[in-house]
């Protein structure tokens, strides 16, 4: 379609303009109408209303205790949510971050310093690191430990020994009261 | 660079494109020839200088293939093959997945528009006598593709898995319990179960997504068949030289792609304007095992081979009437494989057979009313409307297109197509 | 070119056979009703849409499901976030199981479906006299004749003709297959009290749940025309330039 340019006759240059003209447009509007007929079919694979309408969770922190931590679900993944009592807090903030192999300050990582939130996907190959339920280990750290490689994480959920490269991940969200949060 | 050897194709192949395209082109042309191919088949490609309209047809067909397949697997995509899932997997389609309304009305409407293709497509055969020698297998595999489009069709209308769905299937496929001895067992082989359920509706998928490629397959001999002589035109006439043809590009392409915005057009009212027309509203209730609908009708384009079906009321020497309606309703479309040895005219174009032109039109009459019969209730006046349509059908391809050949007169045959294109020109 | 326009008759019969392959019912045609959704420009009067699910809701929903809408649907007939949230957590929404195994019942939320009212046909059957009430989602597509079928229905109901004998649990009703359907009237007037002060006869209230009913079978219906007016523009310029292109190309042949 686009090979008009190959026509016979094309070598004639008087008269030819107009005709030109007309095949120009002709390939033009082909070549639009086509990428505009791609457009639905591409789209169509992108995440439909119902899997959007579950992006966003709201999660209510009062039943959350000082020093529990819970887990719920978020777009198909676990979110750790850990209600820190004091001594994690001191412990995350002590950090010299330039020994992290993913420098973050504790401060830089939560919006209320005794509401961390996370996303329990291990940064490494996707396990769910251990530390969420009671009884858990929590690794040397007293954060979260995944057992698949070894990989541990401190109280601020940042990657401190083991394979994992990153610090686990921040999910978007904010307060939408004191004891409640919209996550993504 | 050395000559390519010649091909030692019957088709002719050229060895190396014809016109420069640069180095690259050259180096893998020499190692597969597409573009020399493309140039021979499409590009240079002799094509008579008289064709008309009903000529785009084929490539319409081509085109809108080539739509059911995309829109088909994208569809594939979010749909559930399972029975208690089915259902509502459409209706996620048609109110959450982006665009997922749009995919589905053009599939929907695509396989009519497909049928309605296919069939101008074919009565333009029937008409000019494009299945007459040296066409006859070209014509074969056009009836194989047909037969492989209702197959397609049908599996695919039992998806959805609505009442129509449903019911369709089991009519259907209780038909061949009509075969003597074994018609249970194969009706039970292709349920999979005591009646048409969850194994029936995940075999047709797998089967509905196979066919298509099956198609394109045939397809593809179909287009080989067609090259090897090349088309057939108004006037029934082979090519003699140069002055009968002129190449496929640009003439040919820029006809088609002209057509095929016609043919956008009528289906884009379809499909944003009458995206229901064409299909039946219990479709749209769930399939349910105890209460069948009032009216089971399949889709248009099935409607003429359902009338000859019920058409047939009455035992035949000792073949029950429910055999020889399946006989009789198969046998129409296999009777098509047929054709190009019922005709016995010296002529190819019905445009020169003035007897015999009054029936080629007045075939797809008779198929419209077998259409309207098929979408009745089978009672009083319609049965014996689709009894009559049904022998003229019988009659017109076992009796009439033999007999008429041998007697009428042809009218005297052009000396050439240029001559006859020059000669309109005055 | 006669034989074209001979088959081009001949295509339009078969598919207005298809349009009409439903035969006669014993029931009359509906009337034709004007709808603000009908025609090329057609749309979904908001106000008529929050009228109709307000039907629905007090209503229609005391037997029959919607199970294909979503709280979050609501949306589009002109709601707020808030305002969905608010009438999604009004409905009880059975969820589970919970850590000890069992079901338990949770306010709604936007994600949810809008919950039937029975958990199951039997119950349904059960608490109907045997009767299934079909789930409304799709009915304006479900049958012959649509939204102006739906609506006759609900304006349908009357007293029998002498004569004509109606059975034990049914009702009578002009415009249902066989006159006798299972439902009693569910519309009279005042039923409802509109919030717009529109005033409420059944025909008023008919017109307005068969209004949201039709947006419930075909959400997509505006953007479908929106887009749709646009692709057929675009067609129709294309058409014509290759017409012209094809005349251009073919004149050095002619």
Redesign the interface.
């Known amino acids: ?1 686009t ?2 340019a ?4 094309d070598s004639e240059h008087g008269g030819g303009t ?2 030109d003209f ?2 120009l ?2 390939g033009a ?2 070549a ?2 086509a990428a ?1 007929a791609i457009w ?2 591409v ?4 995440p ?4 959007l ?2 992006s966003t969770t709201e999660v209510d922190l009062a039943p959350v205790q000082v020093g529990q931590r819970l887990t719920i679900a978020w777009r198909g993944k676990p979110v750790f949510i850990d209600h820190r009592p004091p001594e994690e807090i001191k412990a995350a903030q002590d950090v010299d971050v330039s020994t992290l192999r993913d420098p973050q300050k504790d401060s830089d990582r939560v919006k209320k310093p005794e509401w961390l939130v996370v996303v329990g996907v291990c940064t490494h190959l996707g396990c769910i690191p251990l530390g969420n339920k009671p009884g858990d280990d929590r690794g040397p750290y007293q954060g979260w430990f995944c057992p698949c490689h070894g990989s541990v994480y401190d109280t601020s959920a940042r990657i401190r020994q083991g394979p994992a490269p990153l610090n686990l991940a921040v999910p978007p969200y904010e307060f939408t009261s004191d004891t409640a949060i919209k996550i993504g | 660079m050395a000559a390519p050897p010649p091909s030692a194709h019957s088709s002719a192949q050229p060895g190396a494109p014809a016109r420069d395209y640069g180095r690259l082109i050259r180096w893998i042309d020499y190692r597969l020839p597409f573009v020399a191919s493309l140039e021979h088949h499409v590009i240079d490609y002799p094509t008579p200088v008289n064709l008309n309209y009903w000529w785009n047809f084929g490539s319409l067909a081509g085109i809108t293939l080539v739509i059911m397949i995309v829109t088909g697997i994208v569809l594939a995509m979010h749909y559930t093959p399972e029975s208690s899932l089915a259902f509502d997997s459409v209706e996620r389609i048609m109110r959450d997945v982006n665009y997922g309304w749009l995919i589905r009305y053009i599939h929907m409407n695509g396989g009519s528009m497909f049928f309605l293709i296919v069939y101008i497509h074919l009565f333009r055969g029937l008409y000019y006598g494009s299945y007459k020698y040296p066409r006859e297998l070209l014509w074969i595999l056009g009836v194989v593709i047909l037969l492989l489009m209702i197959a397609t069709a049908f599996m695919g209308y039992v998806l959805p898995w609505g009442q129509m769905s449903y019911w369709a299937a089991t009519v259907i496929t209780n038909l061949f319990s009509a075969i003597p001895i074994f018609g249970q067992d194969i009706v039970t082989l292709l349920w999979g179960g005591f009646t048409v359920g969850n194994p029936t509706l995940n075999r047709f998928f797998s089967l509905h997504y196979l066919l298509p490629f099956v198609i394109v397959a045939v397809v593809g001999l179909h287009l080989l068949a067609l090259h090897q002589h090349g088309s057939n035109n108004p006037l029934g006439i082979d090519k003699r030289g140069p002055q009968d043809t002129i190449p496929f590009h640009p003439y040919y392409t820029i006809k088609d792609m002209f057509g095929l915005c016609v043919f956008l057009l009528a289906f884009a009212i379809l499909v944003f304007y009458l995206p229901n027309m064409l299909s039946s509203a219990d479709n749209y209730i769930p399939a349910n095992p105890m209460v069948t609908p009032n009216h089971i009708v399949p889709e248009w384009y099935l409607l003429p081979y359902y009338a000859i079906l019920r058409s047939i009321t009455f035992d035949f020497l000792g073949i029950p009437s429910k055999l020889l309606g399946v006989v009789l309703s198969m046998g129409s479309i296999m009777l098509l494989f047929l054709v190009p040895w019922l005709d016995t005219s010296p002529v190819r174009s019905a445009r020169f057979r003035p007897i015999w032109r009054w029936f080629a039109m007045l075939l797809p009459f008779d198929l419209i009313a077998l259409g309207y019969v098929g979408s009745q209730p089978p009672a009083g006046f319609v049965v014996t409307l689709g009894q009559i349509a049904t022998a003229y059908y019988y009659i017109h391809f076992l009796i009439l297109l033999p007999l008429i050949g041998k007697l009428e007169t042809p009218r005297p045959l052009p000396i050439s197509i240029g001559a006859a294109v020059l000669a309109e020109r005055r | 070119m006669p034989r074209a326009t001979l088959l081009a008759l001949a295509a339009a019969l078969v598919l207005g056979f298809a349009g009409i392959a439903r035969a006669q019912e014993e029931a009359p045609s509906p009337p034709r009703q004007q709808w603000s959704f009908n025609g090329v420009f057609g749309t979904y009067d908001r106000a008529a849409l929050q009228r109709g699910f307000q039907v629905y809701k007090e209503v229609c929903a005391s037997c029959h499901p919607v199970k294909h809408l979503y709280f979050r649907d609501l949306s589009e007939i002109g709601y707020s976030e808030d305002e969905v949230k608010g009438i999604a957590a009004q409905v009880q929404v059975t969820d589970g199981p919970n850590d000890g195994g069992e079901m338990f019942q949770r306010p709604g939320r936007p994600a949810d479906p809008i919950p039937g009212p029975f958990p199951n046909d039997q119950a349904s059957r059960a608490a109907n006299n045997g009767a299934l009430p079909p789930d409304l989602s799709l009915i304006t597509k479900a049958r012959d004749g649509g939204a102006d079928y739906v609506y006759a229905i609900l304006n349908g109901f009357k007293d029998a003709p002498t004569g004509f004998k109606v059975l034990d649990g049914m009702y009578y009703n002009e415009y249902f297959t066989g006159h006798q359907i299972k439902m009693p009237p569910p519309l009279s007037p005042d039923q409802v009290k509109y919030a717009d002060g529109t005033p409420t006869s059944v025909p008023q209230m008919a017109h307005d749940v068969v209004t949201f009913l039709s947006w419930a079978a075909e959400p997509t219906l505006e953007e479908r025309h929106r887009i749709g007016f646009k692709v057929i523009l675009f067609l129709i310029v294309a058409t014509g330039v290759f017409y012209a292109a094809k005349r251009k190309i073919w004149s050095r042949v002619h």
Do not use: C, I, W
């Open positions: 379609m090979d008009l190959q026509s016979p006759g107009r005709r007309l095949l447009s002709a509007l082909g639009v109408g505009a639905p079919f789209d169509s694979l992108n439909a209303r119902d899997t309408a579950l």
